[in-house]
């Protein structure tokens, strides 16, 4: 099992820029794929974007990209999200998570189902 901790969350106004940070550690926390995940009040969880555990590969929602950027630091086994012009509608918790498999050399998963590991989440707030 992989324990995931996020950080960087916080109040941006539109526009602005953030970045979360995950920090992983347990069993093959530094060869799996990570992805994070968001969700707002009274909507279901959504796929963000993730990279593979070779950091070659990423994944990205319709929503985001050209904005957000995800990248890992495989030494120090963090996974960074860097989010820029920021829109109210990417008011939610984000969660950071790990898969069933390490999706080393492949394109890391947007499903839900695919992960097993979950962080705490942290606020993203953006006001217009």
């Known amino acids: 099992q992989v324990q995931l901790a996020e950080s960087g969350g916080g109040l941006v106004q539109a526009g602005g820029s953030l970045r979360l940070s995950c920090t992983a550690s347990?069993?093959?926390?530094?060869?799996?794929?990570m992805a994070w995940f968001r969700q707002a009040p009274g909507k279901e969880r959504e796929f963000v974007a993730a990279?593979?555990?070779?950091?070659?590969?990423?994944n990205y929602a319709d929503s985001v990209e050209g904005r957000f950027t995800i990248s890992r630091d495989i030494a120090k086994d963090t996974v960074t999200l860097q989010m820029n012009s920021l829109k109210p509608e990417d008011t939610a918790v984000y969660f950071c998570?790990?898969?069933?498999?390490?999706?080393?050399?492949?394109?890391?998963?947007?499903?839900?189902?695919?992960?097993?590991?979950w962080g705490q989440g942290t606020q993203v707030t953006v006001s217009s």
């Open positions: 347990g069993r093959d926390a530094t060869i799996s794929a």
């Open positions: 990279v593979s555990g070779s950091g070659r590969l990423t």
């Open positions: 998570a790990g898969p069933r498999r390490s999706y080393y050399y492949t394109p890391p998963p947007a499903a839900r189902s695919a992960y097993t590991d």
